[in-house]
């Protein structure tokens, strides 16, 4: 055991972790120099744990690729599906912005024989294939079939029984809903894209066409939370679309494929305050699925109305001294909205900031934030701030998934493709390649010693693809390990 510590914080006494056994470095104000960082991530082979990951978590990938129907004539091939796909999944997992640059980042003799390995198949040829004829391959790869393989690798992770922590109240898996832009263009698209008019009536307006996806989202871990189910916003008029409108149908569609694909797991949608209507709860409760929505009194007004005039009744109100401020949970239950009971939750914090830098310099204001949320969920004294915290993990899906793929990455707006079918598989394709990236971030074991950057991370993975030979390390990979996550 090492050196304890007692400290005193106000009136209480508690035994501190010893610091040898904090379980991470930077936690203990432990300052780790260069060469330590450097001799820890050296006893590592990247290649090797990543190819060991891939076994441990995600067994059925390679299989399932294999098996999706290959769309070309099996006489003039020379490269199988699964090394197109496997190709384009570490091209997104290693975050190369480009097809082309995939070609000439994946032109080594190392990086081409473990990339075979990796998928199981005798090298056909000593080459990778060109990005011309990955995008000509995906051009004609139905998309629902690697929406499929999604699926299936979600199936295996929540029978494994690792995440079960992450479960609301030990039962509903939380499932966040929101949707994101993908490429945009001044220039026209392809027919079903959607498209809208800026700057309407001047001289400077002009029409945008863009391409908009739905997203549902399962969380397994703080720092995990991986695609599950995807909904493209297509045009089917050609009209201009509102968001509210479009946005919701494909909602719909997407809760019945969902429901498709996993009818028997007890599901909590979170998701923002535009699907707070009579058409969410209905279908919710077909499903059986229960849900905690951000709400804004502009949503469904007699809801607010009713919340304000009962929460002083009620006596809910319960606040909590911070450092520097205080926040406070109230909420209201059983409020009639055309025969759904929904509880209504308030949850708001207000906070002393001081400037320290700038003209206002040593100046100091109140940062006040309120944030609503519905649910039918039970709500009682003991579990507001639960309820509460999962209802503010809805911005996961903006931070750790979109944001993630847009900006640290995986280029999740560049147009792949200009043919539309073969921009959906890239998408789906990119969902595949940041779930793999996500179980590869957190692994505790690699990275609880050193501090870096995503982009540091993942171009270390690729420069071990690119010098570490697989084929040497076969018996190791197949060793059985455990993973524990940050």
Not at 233 to 242: I, L, P, R, T
């Amino acid at each position: 055991m090492g050196r304890c510590e007692i400290i005193e914080l106000t009136t209480k006494l508690f035994f501190r972790t010893p610091i040898k056994e904090r379980r991470f470095y930077y936690e203990a104000r432990i300052k780790i120099t260069r060469k330590e960082a450097r001799e820890h991530l050296e006893q590592f082979k990247l290649a090797c744990e990543l190819a060991r990951l891939v076994r441990h978590c995600f067994p059925d990938l390679v299989p399932l690729l294999k098996q999706i129907p290959d769309p070309r004539n099996q006489s003039y091939i020379t490269y199988p599906g699964v090394i197109l796909l496997m190709t384009r999944i570490l091209s997104s997992l290693f975050y190369i912005s480009s097809m082309r640059k995939t070609s000439e980042e994946f032109n080594s003799q190392t990086m081409i024989r473990n990339i075979w390995m990796l998928c199981e198949e005798e090298p056909a040829a000593d080459e990778l294939p060109y990005w011309e004829t990955i995008n000509r391959y995906l051009e004609r790869l139905e998309p629902e079939k690697l929406q499929d393989v999604i699926n299936c690798l979600c199936r295996r992770l929540l029978r494994s029984r690792t995440f079960e922590d992450m479960r609301i109240r030990g039962k509903y898996w939380q499932v966040i809903i929101d949707g994101t832009q993908l490429y945009s263009s001044r220039e026209e698209l392809d027919g079903k894209s959607l498209h809208r008019t800026h700057n309407r009536g001047t001289e400077k307006e002009y029409r945008e066409d863009y391409y908009y996806v739905l997203e549902a989202k399962l969380v397994l871990h703080p720092e995990i939370i991986i695609s599950i189910q995807t909904e493209f916003v297509d045009n089917e008029d050609g009209k201009e679309m509102e968001k509210q409108d479009c946005e919701r149908k494909a909602c719909w569609r997407l809760m019945e494929k969902l429901k498709k694909a996993f009818p028997r797991l007890p599901v909590c949608l979170c998701a923002d305050s535009l699907y707070a209507c009579e058409g969410f709860f209905e279908r919710c409760v077909e499903k059986n699925w229960r849900y905690i929505l951000r709400y804004k009194e502009g949503s469904i007004p007699s809801v607010g109305a009713e919340y304000r005039e009962l929460k002083g009744m009620e006596k809910n109100y319960q606040e909590y001294a911070l450092k520097t401020g205080k926040k406070w949970y109230d909420y209201v239950t059983d409020i009639d909205y055309n025969g759904y009971k929904v509880n209504l939750i308030e949850y708001g914090e207000s906070m002393e900031h001081v400037c320290v830098k700038g003209k206002k310099k040593g100046e100091a204001r109140t940062i006040r934030k309120e944030f609503w949320f519905l649910t039918d969920l039970p709500a009682t004294a003991k579990n507001v701030e639960g309820l509460a915290e999962r209802g503010r993990m809805r911005w996961k899906i903006e931070n750790e998934g979109f944001n993630a793929q847009k900006k640290h990455g995986y280029c999740l707006e560049h147009p792949f493709s200009k043919n539309y079918q073969a921009l959906k598989c890239h998408y789906y394709l990119i969902q595949i390649g940041h779930m793999i990236g996500q179980f590869m971030d957190a692994w505790e074991r690699i990275w609880k010693k050193v501090k870096q950057s995503l982009e540091q991370k993942h171009r270390r993975m690729l420069e071990a693809m690119k010098e570490t030979p697989l084929k040497e390390y076969r018996e190791e990979i197949k060793k059985k390990i455990q993973i524990r996550f940050i």
